[in-house]
T-cell receptor, first 109, second 118 residues
Framework: AQRVTQPEKLLSVFKGAPVELKCNYS??????LFWYVQYSRQRLQLLLR??SRESIKGFTADLNKGETSFHLKKPFAQEEDSAMYYC???????????FGAGTRLTVKP | ETGVTQSPTHLIKTRGQQVTLRCSSQ?????VSWYQQALGQGPQFIFQ???????GRGNFPPRFSGLQFPNYSSELNVNALELDDSALYLC?????????????????FGPGTRLTVL
């Protein structure tokens, strides 16, 4: 069964510092991986997906199949990045999306 | 283009009662997924509806049921409420097909309904 683990419930960094939110998954097939973000008083929204290989709001994430990881990174954190971040996995053409428990990122001034 | 809406915003019920939650999908979307998010946890997949038919189900008992209407809006019904059903219930709409979400589909989430079971 597929599973997503986000080992850090809370992560705090200073503005301008690099940030990495960890995500590990377990799934024997080819996963589809996503990062979702929820800003304060806003709804959950897609941040990025592994297949697009793009940078969104300065964030990137690389799928590492060998380490079964999909860590989210940003070289210089901004205060507006403070939010709840969820890593999610689904199987190809499957509707059961599994979410991790989330990491609350706080960027201090 | 209107976004996903859910009603009611908050709801308080007692154990054993039944509840119906509603979701209006985003314009042009034919697929609705429902999630349960307990406090401190990520969303957990309940089921998905595609063109009025259930199109996949997570690990939830049969007392969790749903409907999708011809306009693609959806309902989540929970019978015989238990204390552990207290959670935020999210719906998400997408234009995914019968095969389910692909890596290029985007789910758009509603604001959720907060259910408290006393």
């Amino acid at each position: 069964a597929q599973r997503v683990t986000q080992p850090e419930k809370l992560l705090s960094v200073f503005k301008g510092a690099p940030v990495e939110l960890k995500c590990n998954y377990s799934y024997s097939g080819s996963p589809e991986l996503f990062w979702y973000v929820q800003y304060s008083r806003q709804r959950l929204q897609l941040l990025l997906r592994h297949i697009s290989r793009e940078s969104i709001k300065g964030f990137t994430a690389d799928l590492n199949k060998g380490e079964t990881s999909f860590h989210l990174k940003k070289p210089f954190a901004q205060e507006e990045d403070s939010a709840m971040y969820y890593c999610a996995l689904s199987r190809y053409n499957n509707n059961d999306m599994r979410f991790g428990a989330g990491t609350r990122l706080t960027v201090k001034p | 283009e209107t976004g996903v809406t859910q009603s009611p915003t908050h709801l308080i019920k007692t154990r054993g009662q039944q509840v119906t939650l509603r979701c209006s999908s985003q314009s042009g979307h034919n697929t609705v997924s429902w999630y349960q998010q307990a406090l401190g946890q990520g969303p957990q997949f309940i089921f998905q509806y595609y063109r009025e038919e259930e199109n996949g189900r997570g690990n939830f008992p049969p007392r969790f049921s749903g409907l999708q209407f011809p306009n693609y809006s959806s309902e989540l019904n929970v019978n015989a409420l238990e204390l552990d059903d207290s959670a935020l219930y999210l719906c998400a709409s997408s234009a995914a097909g019968r095969g389910g979400l692909t890596s290029t589909d985007t789910q758009y989430f509603g604001p959720g309904t907060r259910l408290t079971v006393l």
